[in-house]
């Protein structure tokens, strides 16, 4: 199975913030649509993501007063990506490997998508329901 897939059930919608927004703004961003990452954009260039662990990891770091400051000074720059090809098991092992749980979807030059570790654990299971309901079909046929 591809991204392609996932996206094509989950939708393409992408929530994300410019680099002068405040941690605090997109803070409130991330709570009220319930999600744990956003990209930071500029125009249709992806500058960087910022997660719940950077936005954490900062308050750590430096205090409440990094709610002031703008997401480009805590995004993290590089990002891993993956292309609507890409196989389900590749991109595991990226989130797996990479430690992360947010994965930008590129295709031509553009962002068409984001996936989550969420998205995945959860076609994933979808998939292996259908194997098992696919099986019991079979086994009663046979």
């Not at 405040?22 to 961003?29: F, I, M, S, V, W």
């Not at 990094?66 to 609507?84: D, N």
């Not at 990479?98 to 984001?114: A, E, N, S, T």
């Amino acid at each position: 199975m591809t991204v392609r897939a996932i996206l094509d059930t989950k939708g393409h919608k992408v929530e994300s913030v410019e680099p002068q927004t405040t941690l605090a703004e997109a803070a409130k961003l991330l709570a009220d649509r319930k999600i744990g990452a956003v990209l930071v954009m500029s125009g249709t260039r992806m500058e960087g993501i910022l997660s719940e662990r950077d936005i954490v990891r900062s308050l750590g770091e430096r205090g409440a007063t990094v709610l002031t400051e703008p997401v480009s000074g805590v995004m993290t720059r590089r990002v891993v990506s993956c292309k609507p090809a890409d196989t389900v098991a590749s991109i595991m092992e990226m989130m797996t490997n990479g430690k992360f749980r947010h994965l930008p979807v590129i295709d031509g030059g553009l962002v068409v998508g984001l996936i989550s570790i969420g998205d995945v654990v959860k076609w994933r299971v979808q998939e292996y329901e259908t194997e098992q309901e696919a099986l019991r079909q079979y086994i009663k046929t046979a």
